[in-house]
């Protein structure tokens, strides 16, 4: 019942920058937090960034002062904004929504995924 799609990756140089995009979509009642995560080739998905819905937000260590995580409430969107991209940033980015639905006056919780979008970096 909840979508979560991605845009906004693409192939950009080393040294450049990309902003992604996530919209979650569906019968969202509220949403407690979202996050992005990476999934390398040949490597377990790992977190990149996190933010709940009052605005805290937690980092991969080794992507601390590159990256930075923010929202929009009202249109249930999360963005990252990637700076000083690096090859190892290469990756599949996948967005994660965590809260709650609401359908037919019941309430249920949700943890949803989208499909990812591709970051490579390379000249």
């Known amino acids: 019942q909840v979508q979560l799609v991605e845009s906004g990756g693409g192939l950009v140089q080393p040294g450049g920058s990309l902003r992604l995009s996530c919209a979650a979509s569906?019968?969202?009642?509220?949403?407690?937090?979202m996050g992005w995560y990476r999934q390398a080739p040949g490597k377990q998905r790992e977190l990149v960034a996190h933010?709940?819905?009052?605005?805290?937000?937690n980092y991969a260590d080794s992507l601390k002062g590159r990256f930075t995580i923010s929202r929009d409430g009202p249109k249930n969107t999360v963005y990252l904004q990637m700076s000083s991209l690096k090859p190892e940033d290469t990756a599949v980015y996948y967005c994660?929504?965590?809260?709650?639905?609401?359908?037919?006056?019941?309430?249920?919780?949700?943890?949803?995924w989208g499909q990812g979008t591709q970051v490579t970096v390379s000249s």
């Open positions: 994660n929504g965590q809260g709650t639905v609401v359908a037919a006056s019941t309430f249920r919780l949700f943890d949803s």
């Open positions: 569906g019968s969202i009642f509220s949403i407690n937090a």
């Open positions: 933010i709940t819905s009052a605005g805290s937000t």
